[in-house]
């Protein structure tokens, strides 16, 4: 089956630099968008980031410049750079696949999903 799973979350204090990545398995990688999403507490999941099976790239407008989200095919992996990092990126980082060519912010589109990492930013 397919699975997807996060690693690299942890505690930061702002100003500072992460990078969570994704391993996927049980489906054909390269053929997927990724994508990353986040929720932080009280507040709905919303879109982070996504990166197309021919590496177009999309982000959402807090993370632009901050950001940065890549895949190594050979490894099944999505990465998700995060420098300049803010006490509001804080929140549980989920990564997603998406069977359709096209990138899409959509989390209802996305067909599979990790259990998310947690990202602390601390003031």
Do not use: H
């Not at 992460?18 to 929720?39: D, K, N, P």
């Not at 980031?49 to 901050?66: C, D, F, L, M, Q």
């Not at 095919?73 to 803010?86: P, R």
């Amino acid at each position: 089956q397919v699975q997807l799973v996060e690693s690299g979350g942890g505690l930061v204090q702002a100003g500072g630099s992460l990078t969570v990545s994704c391993a996927a398995s049980g489906l054909t990688f390269s053929r997927y968008t990724m994508g990353w999403f986040r929720q932080a507490p009280g507040k709905e999941r919303e879109f982070v980031a996504a990166i197309s099976w021919n590496y177009g790239t999309r982000y959402e407008e807090p993370v632009k410049g901050r950001f940065t989200i890549a895949r190594d095919n050979a490894k099944n992996t999505v990465y998700l750079q995060m420098n300049s990092l803010k006490p509001e990126d804080t929140a549980v980082y989920y990564c997603a696949a998406n069977g359709g060519r096209a990138i899409t912010m959509a989390a209802p589109l996305y067909d599979y999903w990790g259990q998310g990492t947690q990202v602390t930013v601390s003031s």
